[in-house]
């Protein structure tokens, strides 16, 4: 065995890939070469057919007869299969009942699936999907969540969250503003579609290769549905080519219907949608009517505030009891609200059921108090900035309308400064000054903050396990319940493994998350992913460093204390060991190289019975500067430059971190602007393929775009070296655009009127809102002549 | 037989389904996954190769293409390239920038926009690419995580790196990457001038004539067949309809449909010219097409799209016929009863319904050189600046006098069932100074010249609103001092 003097120069420099370095995702050159394999691209096992399912073509009807005669003899057909067929469970809602596997009988949306097929080759399958003969009676069917409110359909109870006598208060105060807007859905365009190969296993048993975020709830609901125990399936999920929330729940009806026809079969099954099929049959953000009465003082303060929120579910509850709960608890975003009412609808509507994006509802929940913020400026001749920045928590005002208290004031000196770095003041004067001498072309300007709250509001949800093992030749693997989707977890998760063995993180290799590696796992979702799997990781770690520790005191005969670990070395008192050295003479020793590990988050706790508690471990903090130009002769515009300032605590990894908020950002803003969603009156998505569903390209990038982490600014709980969860909460940095948008309109009546602006602000949208402006300024002016 | 490259190597194909596009033949055929499907309409760029084919000063150009929606045949005499030949090290400089600046998360989409650099990285042989160029490079390859910033910086730091590959492998002295192959600019001439078809055992066939009596004779036997160029429309047919197109005519190698002859008084543009192709000689005789053309359809849209292509299928939301009727463009038409002229205004008779007669082929369009006085104003109007399809185009013909509209023409895209022009609002231009005033009345003339329909893109009420603020935004880009008036000539 070598033995190092422990004075010899640090051979290490490997620092720089441990936790809070900017190193590159772990599949990046697999990325850029075409070699990290997704679901479409595993090798193809032996019999491999492939499935389709026939859809609804009715939003809400009977079904009368179904003839599959002409799919069962199309070319290369092998199976079909209907509910009749599902020897277990046919509902497979996620958390409430309400999904069937396949319709029998009722169908409830355009899209749902019916029956399905599998042939010798995709485009065969998805041929003779198309051949069936339904006959429909059709029911009343209801698309809006206006209908589903007139109705008073939900498909979950509303609830109410109440602090003090709004009513009281708003009856009593001189300036008081009432409104409501309508906020759209959001398609998740994740650029692989859903996909899942399901292989058949002994004893009846499955094996699904899934892209989705949530693989534990692939294995359950599959085995319900073959009617197994759940320890008969498992499900892998090395990558997903984009998740968004968009692979929470609605990866697992395909793994389903694939383990139904592998049933039929005994042969393999891949499943893959089209992508038109992906937008008609799986859920989107759900569009939301919000409504509010607010009072403020002549200070711009809210005093009291009456919300609801609304949002359209579609045919089922999925997860929208928790979206629309998260939906409630952001409705103040990060304002103080003295007393407040906020009531939630889970409207039932006869459309594709509506399920978690990226922000969960707290995005549609925050548009309220941004569309209140400016509403109150320009009824009080105030620059917005000015009335978001007195409304803001701050120490006194510290307690949100369910009773968590704020404990870390992160948004006043972030806000600050980024109106500085951002020339926020100067830029309104110059933006001021190009109106004025462009009658055609508009500027606005809006900063607005966000922020979010961290934890599933769902208790449960909030723990994590991981598997590490070291390897004689000092080589490390781990496994975690987290999924990649590419926000770069599974680097972020070695890099903390890395740092606890300090180890180069090349001896680290974190493989595909399988619920045979660790079990009953959470959904990567609630920008969770490594808060929780990061600490489930160092748990596993810290078990197996204290049995190498004992075992180096033992064997080296010095204090525990004496031993460190650094530089892929083991420090032992005066002496140094090579890393892979020591792991060989523990191995060697009969010692375990090998932990599982497990988190669950300390503090949280909510009574959903009496709407108060401590859901969020803490708030992710971050604000947004955007500048835009309007054209008010076509609505057409730009965004010229934005900047941002986030906070991410204790970053694991910078560059990572830059790239979800960048990325975050620029989603958020398409979900605002150009991402609409079109339906029609029968509850047909008109919108089905990237044709006529615009994402943002690549000149939809403002030019001009300056991103910085908050400095100094360590998470103060104990997270996982102190970082703070990323996914979501910059995707709401993008609301700056919309209000910039709204800014140029307003900008019109030299300020003096919010005109209306539903989102996404389409061009259509924003030339509605200009027009509105216009007229309401002629207006004025007439009422001045007179 | 049809023949090509791929990745330096070659291969002869017959007997396939010529509906096979170039990714399935890629995934599912050669199961070379590192392609990928993410629409299958040609709409987000996953699927995005690069296609080498010889140009006349002997080296080889290269293009871009979705090859979800272009068909094998369009492979013949070319060199395909994929993902898959950029596997070795050292990476190529586009794969080392992308790492380096953190371009991909997912990694999805991440081959396609490789493949984009990639081409333009062999375009631009060092030289840095302007901004325009990168956007426009990069406009048909949708990214849904990164916001697009590190994949623009790795394309600006990517363009001045040198490409070394790696050296020859030592044992077999074999050329050092499937890349180098010695010639492949004289060997893909040699494979381009063989004749090319593909039958299937089915019996559907893909002929790719090389002369126009050849196109004739064909056309004539099959009255029935579908031309076929750039595919980028009628592949949606096989994709999306899941149709099966039995009897396919490639009118991608026949001279007279390529030519572009730029003469004293006219520029006539061959029907299968592609877009990016006719688009230097179409902006200079009118310098408002060329930012159109920048936002139409992507740039792998535009490498293989063509004029004939975008008027025959005589879509209401073509961009190219507004303009073109705005100019007063004729079309040549040629077919078994010999050719004929037309007002390409007159080609138009209903909803996807054209004066086309069986086994009728557009040959080329022609305009006139611009007179004195004339302007040409072309707007645009999408959700999304990059490859989005136009809600409202109006295109807008007209000569001014003494500050007198003394003729003109006014065409529209989105706004009735057919490229149409707007007969009213031209007559109260007509005469009328060009002022104010007149641009009211011609505005609030156009309501009377069309009833436009609501859809996902626009509302009628939007059309109508808009159609009436181009005019007027026409007018205010003439006046002085200039005001910009579009928010594409901001930033």
Redesign the interface.
């Known amino acids: 065995m070598r033995r190092l003097p422990v004075n010899s120069p640090a051979p290490n420099q490997s620092a720089r890939h441990l936790a809070g370095a900017s190193v590159a995702h772990d599949s990046a050159w697999k990325h850029v070469s075409g070699q990290a394999r997704y679901i479409d691209d595993m090798p193809e096992p032996e019999g491999l057919l492939h499935a389709a399912v026939g859809h609804s073509a009715q939003a809400h009807a009977r079904i009368l007869s179904m003839d599959l005669e002409a799919v069962r003899s199309a070319p290369g057909v092998v199976a079909v299969v209907t509910a009749d067929d599902v020897p277990g469970h046919i509902d497979i809602g996620p958390v409430f009942p309400g999904d069937s596997v396949l319709a029998s009988g009722l169908v409830e949306h355009v899209g749902q699936p019916i029956f399905a097929v599998a042939a010798t080759s995709h485009e065969a399958a998805r041929k003779a999907a198309r051949l069936a003969r339904v006959e429909y009676e059709p029911l009343p069917a209801r698309i809006t969540i206006e209908q589903a409110l007139a109705a008073q359909l939900f498909v979950r109870p509303s609830k109410t969250h109440l602090r003090g006598d709004p009513d009281a208060v708003l009856g009593q105060s001189e300036y008081r503003l009432q409104g409501s807007h309508h906020i759209g859905g959001q398609e998740h365009f994740y650029l692989e579609g859903q996909a899942c190969l399901v292989e058949p296993t002994e004893d009846q048993g499955a094996f699904v290769h899934t892209s989705s975020q949530h693989p534990s709830e692939v294995q359950k609901l599959v085995a319900e549905v073959l009617g197994l125990p759940i320890h008969e399936v498992q499900a892998e999920v090395r990558r997903m080519g984009g998740g968004f929330g968009g692979k929470e729940t609605q990866a697992a009806p395909l793994a389903c219907v694939a383990a139904l026809l592998v049933r039929a079969t005994g042969r393999p099954v891949k499943y893959r949608l089209a992508r038109a099929d992906d937008m008609i049959q799986t859920g989107k953000r759900h569009d939301f009517l919000n409504q509010w009465d607010v009072s403020f003082n002549a200070a711009g303060e809210i005093t009291a505030a009456d919300i609801s929120v609304s949002g359209r579910c579609g045919h089922s509850p999925d997860l929208s009891d928790a979206i629309v709960d998260r939906a409630m608890f952001h409705v103040d975003n990060a304002y103080f609200l003295p007393a407040a009412r906020v009531t939630g609808h889970r409207c039932k509507t006869h459309t594709v059921s509506n399920t978690a994006f990226r922000g969960f509802g707290g995005p549609q929940g925050m548009m309220v108090s941004e569309q209140v913020m400016e509403d109150i400026a320009r009824q009080l001749g105030k620059d917005p900035l000015d009335i978001r920045k007195a409304n803001l928590y701050r120490p006194g005002r510290d307690t949100t309308q369910y009773g968590q208290t704020i404990e870390q004031h992160i948004l006043p000196d972030l806000i600050e400064q980024l109106e500085k770095t951002s020339d926020y003041r100067q830029r309104r004067q110059a933006i001021r000054r190009f109106n004025a001498g462009s009658p055609v072309l508009k500027k606005g300007l809006a900063l607005t903050p966000v922020k979010f709250g961290i934890s599933f509001t769902a208790k449960h949800l909030n723990q994590a396990g991981a598997l590490v093992h070291i390897y004689t030749d000092g080589s490390i693997h781990v496994n975690h319940g987290g999924t990649e989707m590419g926000q770069g977890l599974y680097i972020k998760v070695a890099q903390v493994v890395a740092t606890a063995f300090q180890v180069d993180l090349s001896r680290v290799k974190v493989s595909a998350t399988r619920t045979d590696k660790v079990p009953n796992t959470s959904p990567t979702a609630a920008s969770s992913g490594s808060d929780l799997n990061g600490m489930a990781a160092l748990d596993a770690c810290e078990k197996i460093l204290s049995g190498l520790v004992a075992f180096g005191a033992e064997h080296w005969k010095v204090p525990a204390e004496d031993i460190h670990f650094a530089d892929n070395q083991v420090h032992l008192g005066d002496t140094a060991v090579d890393f892979a050295d020591f792991v060989q003479a523990a191995y060697m020793h009969r010692v375990s190289l090998s932990s599982s590990g497990f988190y669950a988050t300390p503090r949280i706790h909510f009574d959903h019975e009496r709407g108060q508690g401590h859901p969020f471990l803490y708030y992710a903090n971050g604000a947004a500067c955007s500048e835009v130009i309007v054209d008010t002769l076509t609505g057409e515009y730009r965004v010229l430059r934005t900047d941002i300032l986030h906070d991410v605590g204790r970053s694991l990894n910078p560059e990572i971190d830059r790239g979800q908020i960048e990325g975050g950002f620029i989603q958020g803003m398409g979900w605002l602007t150009m991402e609409e969603l079109v339906y029609s009156d029968q509850g047909q998505l008109m919108t089905t393929g990237p044709a006529t569903y615009k994402i943002p390209a690549v000149s939809d990038t403002p030019p001009d775009f300056r991103v910085d982490l908050l400095a100094d600014s360590p998470n103060r709980e104990a997270t996982v070296f102190h970082s703070k969860a990323v996914g979501e909460p910059p995707l709401m940095l993008g609301i700056s655009v919309w209000c910039a948008l709204r800014d140029a309109a307003a900008s019109i009546t030299d300020y003096r009127y919010s005109p209306p602006l539903n989102a996404p602000a389409t061009p259509e949208e924003v030339l509605r809102a200009v027009t509105a402006s216009e007229l309401w300024l002629a207006s004025a002016m007439e009422v001045a002549d007179e | 037989m049809i023949s090509f490259y791929l990745n330096g190597q070659p291969y002869h194909l017959d007997n396939l389904d010529p509906n096979l596009s170039i990714l399935n033949w890629l995934?599912?055929n050669m199961?070379l996954?590192?392609?990928?499907?993410?629409?299958?309409?040609g709409?987000?760029g996953?699927c995005t190769v690069a296609i080498g084919s010889p140009h006349p000063d002997g080296t080889l150009h290269y293009t871009t293409t979705n090859s979800c929606i272009s068909l094998i045949g369009s492979l013949h005499g070319k060199h395909l390239i994929?993902?898959?030949a950029?596997?070795q090290q050292p990476?190529h400089p586009?794969?080392s920038a992308?790492?380096?600046e953190?371009?991909?998360?997912?990694?999805?989409?991440?081959?396609g926009f490789?493949m984009s650099l990639f081409a333009l990285h062999q375009n631009q042989q060092g030289q840095p690419a302007s901004e325009k160029d990168l956007?426009e490079t990069?406009?048909g390859?949708?990214?849904?995580?990164?916001?697009?910033?590190?994949?623009?910086d790795a394309g600006r730091k990517a363009m001045v790196e040198t490409w070394t590959p790696g050296a020859a492998d030592p044992k077999t002295q074999e050329s050092a990457h499937p890349l180098q192959a010695p010639d492949m600019a004289g060997k893909l001439t040699a494979l381009a001038n063989q004749p090319a078809s593909i039958e299937a055992d089915s019996g559907a066939w893909y002929q790719v004539p090389t002369d126009l009596n050849a196109l004739r004779d064909l056309r004539r036997q099959w009255p029935e067949s579908r031309l076929i160029a750039g595919s980028t429309d009628l592949a949606l047919d096989i994709t999306?309809q899941?149709k099966t197109l039995p009897q396919l005519i490639s009118v991608e190698r026949i001279p007279e449909l390529l030519a572009i002859e730029d003469s004293a008084d006219s520029l006539t543009i061959g029907a299968a010219a592609t877009y990016e192709s006719f688009r230097p000689a179409l902006s200079r005789l009118w310098p408002a097409f060329d930012p159109m053309l920048s936002r139409l359809g992507s740039r792998q849209i535009r490498y293989r799209g063509t004029l004939g292509g975008n008027i025959g299928n005589a879509s209401p939301i073509a961009d190219m016929p507004p303009p073109l009727i705005a100019l007063g463009a004729t079309l040549l038409l040629d077919g078994p009863e010999g050719e004929r002229s037309l007002p390409l205004e007159e080609f138009f008779l209903d909803y996807k319904v054209t004066d086309l007669q069986p086994g009728e082929f557009i040959r080329s369009v022609s305009l006139l050189r611009p007179g004195p006085n004339e302007h040409l104003f072309i707007?645009k109007?999408?959700?999304?600046?990059?490859?989005?399809?136009s809600?409202v185009l109006g295109a807008f013909w007209l000569r001014l006098e003494q500050g007198a509209v003394t003729r003109c023409r006014l065409a529209w895209g989105g706004m009735a069932a057919t490229p149409v022009r707007s007969p009213a609002a031209e007559q109260a231009l007509t005469g009328k100074p060009w002022n104010e005033a007149t641009i009211k009345t011609a505005g609030a003339a156009l309501a009377g010249d069309f009833k436009p329909m609501s859809?996902?893109?626009?509302?009628a009420d939007?059309r109508r609103?808009?159609a009436a603020?181009?005019l007027?935004?026409a007018w205010?880009s003439t006046q002085t001092p200039a005001?910009?008036?579009?928010?594409?000539d901001?930033?």
Do not use: W
């Open positions: 995934r599912t199961r996954t590192g392609t990928k499907e993410g629409c299958a309409s709409d987000c996953a994929t993902v898959d950029l596997q990476p586009v794969q992308m790492i380096e953190h371009g991909a998360q997912c990694g999805f989409c991440t081959p490789i956007l990069l406009s390859n949708l990214c849904r995580c990164t916001g697009y910033r590190p994949i623009l999306q899941l707007y109007v999408s959700k999304r600046l990059d490859d989005d399809i809600a859809d996902a893109r626009a509302s939007y609103q808009v603020n181009l007027r935004r205010l005001q910009p008036v579009t928010v594409t901001y930033a």
